[in-house]
């Protein structure tokens, strides 16, 4: 089970998600129209009311350096009454999935696209790389990163109330995926059933499976 209580939420809308505009690329993180629209500005603080209906005073709020997502991450502190101080800004582990030659491209179609070769090819399947520098990730690249996030969020606390912002669903649906079942290499390349939609906040469920092994290493039935 996770030391720590955490919910994840998705960055509200943004400039290019209104533009149903596949935007991955890091060097367009800080990009004008990656930041929020108003329904993104919205939907940032319905996700920031649900967390506090759920009696869920966040204590840290780990966020992608990308505008949207930062943007969130602050709109959700300044609603939960958090200082600005709490605010963790992560600079890799929280990127968005790369979709190499997908960039730009139109985002419903794409990810419907994406999907299947998870589903099909397994989480080793990684898009194209793009002439314009764009990186491909593949499900397992974004696990490696997701983990190595919330490893580093359980050394450094214990008992915190976290919110991680991501700016975009995968991250949140392939950790999910990952945590929620006890054969993650058949939950993975169907991650995509644990979407999240812009500005949609849900608590990290982490299966806790206890072992059948007694302390001498004998079964019960044993």
Known sequence: PLKNNIIL???GESFADSRHEIQTNPVKKLRQDNA???KGRE???EAAKYINS???LPTYIWTSNTERAYETAAIIARECQLGQNRIVPEYS???ARALGTFEGKNDDATWNFI???DRTEGIKYRPSPSFDGTPSDSVSDVLVRGNQLVST???MYSGENVVIVSPDSEVLSILQAALIDDKPDESLPNHARFHFNNGEA???EALVKYSELLYTGQTKEE
Request: aromatic share 8%; charged share 35%; no cysteine.
């Open 36 to 38: 929020l629209t108003l």
């Open 9 to 11: 939420v998705r960055s």
């Open 202 to 204: 849900r608590k990290l």
């Open 115 to 117: 999907h299947e070769k």
């Open 93 to 95: 582990f929280l990127d």
């Open 153 to 155: 969020i359980e050394s």
């Open 43 to 45: 939907q940032a603080i």
């Open 54 to 56: 759920l009696d869920f």
